[in-house]
């Protein structure tokens, strides 16, 4: 694993990160609630043009927020996305990207940024899907308290009880922890999350600041809702009009999907907005919403592609091109919010290339005025508007390419200021695409820029050399 920087930001970006620091060092310590959802694309909102899904409560928190525009997952797919996210790195190690059956564990203290955070005097709880390890590398990694997180990269049903299928056959997939003994007939496993970080955040010791985070399992398959939303959703279908847009595209080995138009995940979306509601909700009925920092992201794209083998896809992430598994933005492109009441002031930040392995280095810093050597890098100064990270370069290598269930295939990415390219290496094909003015990625120019290409090019393999 890389532990040097290795992309540009403005040369004052350690001094802006000193005195961004010191501007709020002498407030009260912050709560934290960091909301990160599984699967959710970036259109997946009704704030970014979705006309499917109604998300008023996520809506309402991004204009309360500074909502980055140009906010990428690590990776296309959850391991590598989530180890990405809690390390502050870049998802490889020794050459190899961590995937299913990876576990953290062996983070030096002076590397793991939870340790860090609770020894700021912070108590730190973790909800929902981890996918790193089992309970016990929770504890490890630094959490005081856990719920309902494990090995478990989705649940076997979100209807109870949630750790027995619901159709034939039996689940291969790890059961989840501590749900079953706090839910009854006719629960819905989102809400029975919800509800335990609810009461987490109403005990919690009042003498001392918490960091929570969240993990929604929802939006990822199985995909299944209530009776009543789905046959909501369906009857709203009933009179969309897609006009003359394909329902399927070919794309690598399998299809993509062009059109938002399944009511069970409509649902879903539906139901996860409700409960972020809740939260938010909470929070001020508490006193607690204006010391709190709300962060809200994604893991990665929706799953909008097959391959080999059709599936039943969840979603769309048109007009970004392709989705879960693929580097091209519908993969990789994520919302992400940031609130914090009277110190960061609401608006859209187009500028600035930020990355989920951004995140925790931001929150340490805002919680202990500290720093860790790790690829990602605090966004405090851009929060507080005293920088823009608009020249940045960045990497990204897919190896664990799945084209039998998302039709993608082995690549790896760079992209530097607004140019991106990707190179499919064991098949010898390149592309480049000027993010700014093609944000679809429709117009591969990489014939016509060859000094572009071949620096890029260049750069990235530089990179990949360090593993």
Request: charged share 25%.
């Amino acid at each position: 694993m890389l532990v040097v920087l290795i992309f540009s930001c403005k040369s004052n970006q350690n001094s802006t990160s000193d005195s961004a620091s010191s501007s709020i060092s002498s407030e009260a310590q912050p709560n934290i609630l960091i909301i990160h959802v599984d699967d959710l694309g970036y259109h997946d909102l009704s704030i970014y043009g979705s006309q499917i899904y109604q998300t008023p409560n996520i809506d309402a928190l991004a204009k309360e927020s500074v909502q980055f525009n140009n906010a990428y997952a690590n990776y296309p797919r959850c391991v590598p996305s989530r180890y990405a996210m809690m390390t502050g790195n870049y998802p490889v190690q020794n050459g190899d990207v961590p995937d299913d059956g990876f576990k953290m564990d062996n983070v030096a203290d002076n590397k793991n940024f939870v340790k860090n955070i609770k020894s700021a005097g912070y108590q730190t709880a973790y909800f929902g899907k981890w996918h790193l390890g089992g309970e016990e590398s929770l504890k490890d990694f630094g959490y005081d308290y856990s719920f309902a997180a494990g090995h478990a990269g989705s649940p076997i049903s979100f209807l109870y009880p949630f750790n027995e299928k619901k159709g034939k056959g039996k689940s291969k997939k790890s059961p989840i922890p501590d749900v079953d003994a706090v839910s009854k007939e006719g629960d819905y496993l989102m809400d029975v999350m919800t509800d335990n970080v609810a009461k987490y955040i109403t005990n919690a010791d009042k003498s001392k600041p918490f960091m929570a985070m969240f993990s929604f399992y929802a939006v990822h398959q199985p995909l299944e809702a209530k009776q009543k939303d789905i046959q909501r959703n369906k009857e709203e279908l009933k009179n969309f009009d897609f006009g003359n847009q394909p329902e399927f595209i070919n794309e690598g080995t399998g299809r993509t999907k062009m059109r938002q138009n399944h009511p069970k995940y409509a649902a879903m979306v539906e139901t996860m907005d409700e409960n972020v509601g809740k939260l938010m909700q909470l929070l001020k009925d508490l006193n607690l919403d204006d010391n709190t920092i709300v962060i809200f992201s994604s893991d990665h794209g929706g799953l909008s592609n097959d391959g080999t083998k059709q599936r039943d896809l969840a979603t769309s992430n048109y007009p970004l091109r392709a989705g879960k598994g693929w580097l091209y933005d519908g993969g990789i492109k994520v919302p992400l919010f940031v609130k914090w009441n009277g110190k960061f002031q609401p608006k859209t930040n187009n500028e600035s290339l930020v990355m989920l392995m951004d995140v925790f280095p931001t929150v340490l810093d805002i919680t202990a005025n500290k720093s860790l050597d790790t690829n990602g890098k605090s966004f405090l100064p851009v929060l507080l508007n005293k920088d823009e990270w608009n020249d940045r370069t960045v990497f990204w290598h897919s190896s664990k390419a799945r084209p039998v269930n998302t039709g993608d295939t082995k690549s790896s990415a760079i992209r530097k200021g607004n140019y991106k390219l990707i190179n499919w290496y064991e098949e010898g094909r390149i592309e480049l695409y000027d993010i700014a003015k093609d944000p679809y990625e429709s117009n591969n120019i990489s014939e016509e820029n060859p000094k572009i290409t071949e620096q890029l090019l260049k750069e990235l393999n530089e990179w990949k050399s360090n593993f």
